[in-house]
């Protein structure tokens, strides 16, 4: 169902009435049972009730958690000095059919979550055969595909995988070796061997994208990957604007928030040349930069009172526990880690999945999301008018306050809720990952360098 539906019949009561009623009268099957869910999730998020009867829509789960790549805008620079010697969480079957009562209703299943690379795990292929054959529920990966294999793309072709969002932020084989520290010479032949077997074979899944970050060191660097998108049948290149981060990139300031004037001239020739070339851009139309700031007056009531959120009925991410083996961390959304699951000893059955879908700390989430004189810490900062341009411009500040919004989050909720301890479930009380502790973790090396 398109976005723009759905979210018309969250806010009618009578659509979604009538939205559960079909649902209600649907045969129940393994192949209908993810459409029953989403007539039922918008019902639930319509009445607002904390207690979801439904079960997640949007699911997303890291199956491993390191990378092959380095690549310089990621963070994960500092996961690797807060967790020098990160665990590798690769899941196997076993662990997927854990998860499985909660998939086999998922509308869509995305692979990706923090610094890692999803096809390292070498059973990614048979997840795709058992879940396409069994659930049929679309699925989707972010991957720099250099290791999209032959044999991966056959499956990917045979089974009908969904959309494979490939990280492509260079289109010359210098400035993609320094950027992305990978060779973008193998993941040009594992994609002209996908597009070349779609082709032949007369499919047209998995549709492929390329994802392009715009910034200062890559600006230069279009008309490559728009003769790459040409050549290997790319559907659209997805142009979104470089943010800030804890990576190798941000003290070379290479955000074009310090030079609007140049991002918005790049932005234009950039559109204008994929008309020419026929390349298909998302957004349709450039998304300039406006805010010309040199700091940020940062206000915490200074939010929009009227953008609702629906993430935490409908989406549950699983997102990579670098200091632990078997072990995820599990939100409904990028702005902040809920629990801490062993997913080997948690036991994620029919029982004790409801438990975590419907824990205090999640009614607690969906009672205050979208109430603004109610407004808990985390989702009044993540609604703030100045979030986006802060991060770009002032990343360390912009830390600071969305780890003590998280901390304030769960001390808000402690204060209000009493809850029972769940079997290998941890329920939070800060950001895992604060910027805090990457700043002790340096200071720390900095010492020990030196001594």
């Known amino acids: 169902m398109k976005q723009s539906l759905l979210n018309i019949v969250i806010k009618s009561r009578l659509l979604s009435l009538l939205f559960h009623i079909i649902g209600r009268l649907i045969p129940s099957t393994n192949k209908t049972k993810r459409f029953k869910n989403v007539l039922l999730a918008m019902y639930c998020i319509n009445r607002e009730f904390t207690n979801a009867a439904n079960l997640p829509v949007h699911v997303r789960i890291a199956p491993v958690s390191i990378c092959n790549y380095k690549c310089l805008f990621c963070e994960i620079h500092k996961d690797n000095v807060l967790y020098p010697n990160r665990s ?73 995988f969904d959309h494979v969002l490939v990280s492509y932020h260079a289109g010359t084989k210098d400035k993609y070796k320094y950027l992305m520290t990978g060779d973008i010479d193998k993941v040009n032949k594992n994609l002209s061997y996908l597009h070349d077997e779609k082709k032949k074979r007369g499919k047209k899944k998995p549709k492929v994208d390329f994802n392009f970050a715009l910034h ?28 800030g981060g804890r990576n190798k990139l941000q003290e070379q300031n290479v955000s074009f928030e310090y030079d609007i004037e140049k991002g918005n001239e790049v932005l234009d020739d950039l559109y204008r040349k994929a008309g020419e070339k026929g390349v298909r851009l998302s957004p349709e ?47 409904v959304c990028n702005r902040i880690e809920l629990f801490k699951i062993n997913y080997r000893q948690a036991g994620l059955d029919k029982k004790n999945f409801q438990k975590l879908w419907n824990h205090p700390v999640l009614r607690h989430l969906r009672d205050t999301v979208n109430d603004p004189d109610r407004i808990n810490p985390i989702c009044k900062f993540c609604k703030n008018r100045s979030t986006a341009t802060l991060r770009n411009v002032d990343e360390e500040r912009y830390a600071g306050i969305r780890d003590n919004a998280v901390k304030s989050f769960f001390n808000e909720f402690r204060a209000k809720y009493d809850f029972d301890l769940l079997e290998s479930v941890e329920v939070l009380e800060e950001n895992p990952n604060a910027d805090t502790k990457f700043s002790d973790a340096v200071s720390g090396k900095v010492a020990a360098d030196k001594s």
């Open 216 to 243: 200062r060191l890559n600006a230069l660097e279009y008309n490559k990957i728009f003769k790459a998108a040409k050549s290997y049948g790319i559907d659209s290149v997805l142009i979104s604007r470089y943010y």
């Open 88 to 160: 590798s969480n690769t899941l196997t079957m076993d662990d997927l059919r854990n998860f499985e009562h909660m998939l086999s209703t998922a509308y869509d299943l995305s692979f990706y979550g923090g610094s890692e690379e999803p096809l390292i795990n070498r059973k990614f292929g048979d997840f795709v055969k058992y879940l396409k054959t069994k659930y049929g529920m679309r699925m989707m990966i972010n991957t720099n595909a250099s290791l999209l294999s032959q044999n991966l793309s056959d499956i990917f072709i045979n089974y009908g």
């Open 285 to 331: 139309k450039p998304k300039y930069w406006t805010n010309i700031v040199e700091s940020v007056q940062w206000d915490d009531n200074d939010f929009d009172r009227n953008r609702l959120c629906a993430e935490p009925w409908l989406t549950l991410h699983f997102n990579p526990v670098l200091d632990a083996e078997n072990s995820h961390y599990v939100g």
